[in-house]
């Protein structure tokens, strides 16, 4: 692997394109985080590798040719990876993100390109996000879709009011405080939904839970530790007992994209978009360079068009179920 190129800092949208100006850096840079021990080869890891002096690599006990892309999210892609690094860029250092839309513009692609490299970008997000939650950890619950009254007459669910999963889709929030987020697309918020998401990323000894009055949570304060408050009463913090933390999540990572930048979401991929904004959570506190090199780190895991298309989602619930 060349190491000859040297990368510095980027603080901004200028600095950046500057640092990745020709494709035989971001490949290089590519190697660099990917193969940071040594070139590996993604057929056989125990393998001996030789470089064949055109960009690509040889496998030994294989026989199979390869490079940097295979393995990876970038696998399979038309795209230069200095159109890739853009997208990664403007996805992953804006505040409220980049709809496909404007994306597609900005990288002078396809719509239907662009939408397909914000989701397989936000595959790599899923790969970041932590299986633990310690210490002090706010739950909540939000519902993702309009409100009923505001939509036209030809388009009103009846009997749709409140906790209603007929036109809305619920998610449940997990935050430490100080900490890492992690959120969960559930099919309802009732107990039987939303124990298992909890006792998977809650760890049982070293946490205390911090959630509201709703019923969802009657199951898991026989086990957890507890404060509980009562908003129905207009009681929102006793001491350190409150659920500020996540609401704000709510609030500012969540909401405020969804309606300013991506004005519509589907039920199907919006666990992605979630995952989306707790990276986003999880690396308020990072530098932008920090923030890219993340997302290349855990390029590993590829989202082909058929699973995104063809309904990955049941898939992925019953990956959820037997974990």
């Not at 080869?41 to 940097?68: A, E, I, L, Q």
């Not at 914000?118 to 299986?131: F, G, L, V």
């Not at 809650?202 to 959630?211: A, E, R």
Request: charged share 25%; glycine share 6%.
């Amino acid at each position: 692997m060349a190491t000859g190129l040297k990368f510095g800092k980027f603080n901004s949208v200028f600095e950046f394109i500057n640092l990745f100006n020709t494709e035989k850096k971001c490949i290089r840079y590519l190697e660099k985080e990917l193969w940071a021990d040594g070139v590996v080869s993604p057929y056989d890891p125990t393998s001996k590798v030789y470089h064949r002096g055109d960009g690509m690599y040889r496998c030994k006990n294989t026989g199979k040719n390869f490079n940097v892309r295979i393995g990876t999210m970038f696998e399979g892609t038309k795209l230069p990876l200095r159109k890739w690094f853009m997208a990664i860029y403007y996805l992953t250092c804006h505040s409220k993100g980049m709809s496909a839309l404007q994306l597609s513009k900005e990288l002078n692609v396809a719509y239907k390109t662009a939408w397909f490299l914000c989701h397989r970008i936000r595959t790599a997000y899923s790969e970041s996000i932590p299986k633990k939650l310690y210490g002090e950890v706010e739950l909540d619950e939000t519902f993702v879709g309009g409100k009923n009254k505001n939509r036209h007459k030809n388009k009103k669910v009846p009997k749709s009011q409140g906790r209603c999963h007929k036109d809305k889709t619920p998610v449940l929030g997990m935050v430490e405080r100080g900490g890492n987020i992690i959120c969960k697309v559930v099919e309802t918020t009732s107990s039987k939904h939303l124990t298992p998401h909890i006792l998977r990323a809650v760890h049982l000894k070293k946490s205390t839970l911090m959630i509201d009055e709703w019923c969802g949570y009657d199951r898991v304060k026989r086990w957890y530790s507890f404060k509980q408050i009562d908003h129905s009463k207009g009681i929102y913090g006793i001491g350190d007992a409150y659920t500020n933390t996540i609401e704000g999540f709510w609030s500012n990572y969540c909401k405020r994209p969804i309606h300013s930048t991506y004005n519509s979401v589907s039920r199907k991929h919006l666990q992605r978009y979630f995952d989306e904004f707790c990276f986003r959570y999880n690396h308020r506190k990072v530098s932008l360079e920090q923030r890219f090199m993340s997302v290349i780190r855990y390029a590993h895991k590829r989202l082909t068009y058929r699973e995104l298309v063809n309904g990955s989602q049941k898939k992925t619930q019953q990956q959820a179920k037997a974990a």
